[in-house]
């Protein structure tokens, strides 16, 4: 059975830094593309980042330098480090996996920025 497991979610003041980690197992083949969505209270689910298995990445513009996504293939886990975070930041984040052509979710972590 396919499973995401999410961590490093949490409360921190704007300018702070928090380090999402996300690991995939259930399949012996790693999933083509990993990524992070996220969604804000009252917004649609929006993507933040995605990392492909060779390593070319795409993120939305709100965060492009200041985040950084990045996988190991190795443990199937992919990372997300949020730096210079901002109020507008604080959202449920979601960790997914692609894989055959079929997505699945992690259950979500919250990031809360506020002083």
């Known amino acids: 059975q396919v499973q995401l497991v999410e961590s490093g979610g949490g409360l921190v003041q704007p300018g702070g830094s928090l380090r999402l980690s996300c690991t995939f197992s259930g399949s012996i083949v790693s999933p083509s593309i990993m990524g992070w969505y996220r969604q804000a209270p009252g917004k649609q689910r929006e993507l933040v980042a995605t990392?492909?298995?060779?390593?070319?990445?795409n993120y939305a513009d709100s965060v492009k330098g200041r985040f950084t996504i990045s996988r190991d293939n190795r443990k199937n886990t992919v990372y997300l480090q949020m730096n210079s975070l901002k109020p507008e930041d604080t959202a449920v984040y979601y960790c997914?996996?692609?894989?055959?052509?079929?997505?699945?979710w992690g259950q979500g972590t919250q990031v809360t920025v506020s002083a």
């Open positions: 997914y996996a692609t894989l055959f052509s079929t997505d699945y």
């Open positions: 990392v492909n298995y060779s390593g070319g990445t």
